[in-house]
């Protein structure tokens, strides 16, 4: 989304106030990331002036020679124009030799034998932008009859004293696609006291008009001016326009556009009720009492209504709808300094008896993760299960059969049986949940954890990377039994998975299990794993070292040949680099996301590209082929 300071400012006056990085870290707390920005560097050397007369040069069908008489220096200049729209008595703007115009520096030239002391300028000369497209902008920029041209240029005048914002929002959150959302989150997340604004009302058409030219919109139509300003204030289209869509809608929005226009507001609909269980909130985000009370004073001054355990949701927020919605929500306002020193744990983890090994609080994760916990049987005969089923050992449980009991249940390995049972339901077009399954039936305790993309509670905006989800949560419900796991790439491929990002899981230097893509005949893809759990010693939890700056994320592809990943992972040292992702592979080609993020500040572009330049180079040194 393209978007001003100048525009956000109609609903947040004091924006101006405010540093680009103190706006970057607002926006990031709403999940929306400054893409880039540009400062418009205003002309210098130009000045208001008006055509007195002109003629067309002979020998061109378009360019005229034109008196142009400029009040400040109570002089007259000849220059010459192609533009369409010259006329006697117009006002515009002059560039005389001198002037720099981005990175143009005006000066004298001949033109068909006539010399030309300057230029008219458009609007899309006066500045250079590389987010703007200038699209519709056409001639010279045109002032209005009533504009003082005997007065210095200011670039206020032309709207040329603002900044220019690319942003990266959140499909989740519609209220974001506006400038009073977006207003309205800077407010909260920047702690200012003042409540926001329900927009300008602008005096002219030629101000409407400046306003929307720094923000992608070119038209001298009144009408549609309007339109698109509430558009981009509200993202509400009054009366389509060409090219525009929305979004997201609501009656709050609706009515906020009403209010502007002076329109009759509608009724307002019933906001969104939901429970809250605080004491479970709190522990599954590691805060105190002190921070949940100033989280409620906080979100009660930006349309949160709490009472008793309830809370009613602005009606703007569509996107909040239960407790999971809230909770990403508080985690978008918590400080991380209000955080206790101690790791999250499972939202509802049931604590074990003193000394006793119990799979019930794994379970109970899982549980709580929306997985569905199976038990499944597969009825063969042990050689056709010893020949299929070469995952992990090569035993064959037999199990009794509560069903037949005439028959016995010969399994190799349970993730077998979970993809029968997604392919079982998906043939029968039965609802597919991620379902799990925890045995003590064979010689190890086996999780086997088959996953649905898209299937998590906090899917939404926090998670969103299918087998890293489940990597997570493999080494979150093993930390309940005090079992350290770690992940590497598979030196060789088990069925029922794919050669694809195949990840090997160890403990103690010890291969316990596997996580990657399943073969299922299944429409879409599905992440599975199996683990041995094992009880381990009481593991010294740490939190980890966070930053109040936000990251910046680079992907990188390369291709090797006849070389260890894990070799060259370990040269790509720099002291801005947090995180290496492994993303996919295929064959001999890998994709890897980087994150780079400071202690002390926000990283410029400048600082992310000499890092991802370190890291291109070395990985060149080391053979690698960057894609």
Known sequence: MIITRNLLSDFFPDIKNFSIEALTKAFFKSGIELESYEEIIAPTGIYYAQIKSFEKIEGSSKLNYCKVFIPLLNEERDIVCGASNVREGIKVIASLPGAKLGDIEIKEREVFGKVSYGMLCSYKELFKSNL??????????????????????????LNLDDIIFELSLPSNRGDLHSAWGLASELIKHLNYEKP????????????????????????????????????????????????????????????LANEFLGNEISEIVNPVTIDIDWGKVCTFLCINETTKQELITKLSKYGFIFENNKCTVPLWRNDINNCKDFIEEIMRNVDLNDIDEKPPIAQYSITPASKLFSLEKVKDFWKNKNF???????????????????????????????ISLDKSALRKHALFELINVLERNNNLKNALYPIFEITTDLNTLNIVVPLIPKSFPLNTSLINNDLYDLQSFLKRSS?????????????????????????????????????????????????????????????????????????????????????????????????????????????????????????????????????????????????????
Not at 132 to 157: M, Q, R, V, Y
């Open 372 to 402: 569905l916990e199976c038990s499944t049987f597969n009825l063969q005969l042990p050689e056709q299960a010893s020949q299929t089923y070469e995952l992990f050992n090569n035993e064959v449980s037999t199990l009794k059969n509560p």
């Open 196 to 255: 926001i604004n329900n927009g300008k009302k602008y005096s002219s058409n030629w101000e409407l008009q400046l306003a929307l030219f720094t923000n992608n919109f070119f038209s001298t139509n009144y009408e549609e001016c309007l339109n698109y300003y509430i558009f981009l204030a509200f993202n509400i289209l009054i009366k389509p326009i060409t090219g525009q869509t929305i979004k997201s809608k609501s009656i709050f929005f609706n009515n």
């Open 479 to 627: 930390s309940l039994i005090n079992q350290e796991i770690t992940f590497a790439l598979a030196t060789k491929v088990f069925p029922p998975f794919l050669s694809t990002n195949l990840l090997q899981i160890i403990s103690n230097k010890e291969i316990v299990g596997y996580l990657g893509y399943l073969k299922a005949k299944l429409p879409f893809k599905v992440v599975g794993a199996f683990l041995s759990l094992r009880e381990g010693e009481n593991i010294l939890k740490k939190s980890p070292e966070y930053s109040e700056f936000p990251p910046s994320y680079k992907d990188i592809s390369f291709e090797l040949s006849n070389i260890e990943i894990g070799k060259i992972l370990n040269h790509l040292t720099n002291p801005l680099l947090r995180e290496i992702q492994f993303l996919e592979r295929y064959q001999n080609t890998f994709l890897f996301r980087f994150k780079f993020q400071s202690f002390e500040k926000t990283l410029t572009k400048e600082e992310i590209n000499a890092s991802m330049q370190f890291i291109t180079d070395t990985l060149i040194s080391l053979g690698a082929k960057i894609r």
């Open 132 to 157: 703007l497209t200038f699209k519709g902008i056409e001639g010279i920029l045109e002032l209005p009859e009533d504009f003082n041209i005997n007065k210095l240029f200011e670039a206020s005048d």
